[in-house]
């Protein structure tokens, strides 16, 4: 089966551009979570999807936003970009059984640079 | 609000030699704990996780990990190192209800020949 794939692998961007990253979960999970990775602040939990709706969310302006599609495959949007927005993005999918507590496997990661 | 400690953000050991990655954790519910390996510009990989079933949880890799409630810690052992052990190691908890991971600081381990 194959695993949480996550496209572009890497991405350049500048000062007030937006950008799209996204997120195919491993076949039949229906959840997906974002995550953001500095190394100042470590892994932060963006936002998480489930059967197309955002059902949780961190602690993330605005301009931070995603979606999720009828087949699972998620995307995430940032508009405005900062400097402080470069970061390695991650994705991860689960397959809730009704349970919060199920495994997250997690994608390679989006390398986003702001310059 | 949960919160995870991963005390050391460096550990170095020798090849052959017992590793020992600490994690604390603050719940007030019992917890749902998790060893997550990050390799050098690859994602998270799961290492094992905790669900009450049982203490001492084995995990991928020659790890495993012990829930000690009255320590309220959850550290991370492999008798032998190798080599490829070398990347960095997150603990995470889960958040609550809400089901996202609380993630530690991390801890690079490093190992020498």
């Known amino acids: 089966k194959a695993g949480v794939t996550q496209t572009p692998r890497y991405l350049i961007k500048t000062r007030g551009q937006q950008v799209t990253l996204s997120c195919s979960p491993i076949s039949g999970h229906r959840s997906v979570s974002w995550y953001q990775q500095t190394p100042g602040q470590g892994l932060q939990f963006l936002f998480e999807y489930f059967s197309e709706t955002q059902r949780n969310k961190g602690n993330f302006p605005g301009r931070f936003s995603g979606r999720q599609f009828s087949n699972s495959r998620s995307e995430m949007n940032v508009s405005t970009l900062e400097l402080g927005d470069s970061a390695l993005y991650l994705c991860?999918?689960?397959?809730?059984?009704?349970?919060?507590?199920?495994?997250?496997?997690f994608g390679p990661g989006t390398r986003l640079t702001v310059l | 609000a949960q919160s995870v400690t991963q005390l050391g953000s460096h550990v170095s050991v020798s090849e052959g030699a017992l590793v020992l990655l600490r994690c604390n954790y603050s719940s007030s519910v019992p917890p749902y704990l998790f060893w997550y390996v990050q390799y050098p510009n690859q994602g998270l990989q799961l290492l094992l996780k905790?669900?009450?079933?049982?203490?001492l949880v084995k995990g991928i890799n020659g790890f495993e990990a012990e829930f000690k409630k009255s320590e309220t810690s959850f550290h991370l052992t492999k008798p032998s190192a190798h080599m490829s052990d070398a990347a960095e190691y997150f603990c995470?908890?889960?958040?609550?209800?809400?089901?996202?991971?609380?993630f530690g600081k991390g801890t690079k381990l490093s190992v020498k020949p």
């Open positions: 995470a908890v889960i958040e609550g209800s809400q089901g996202n991971l609380i």
């Open positions: 905790y669900t009450s079933a049982a203490t």
């Open positions: 991860a999918s689960s397959f809730p059984v009704g349970q919060t507590t199920d495994t997250q496997y």
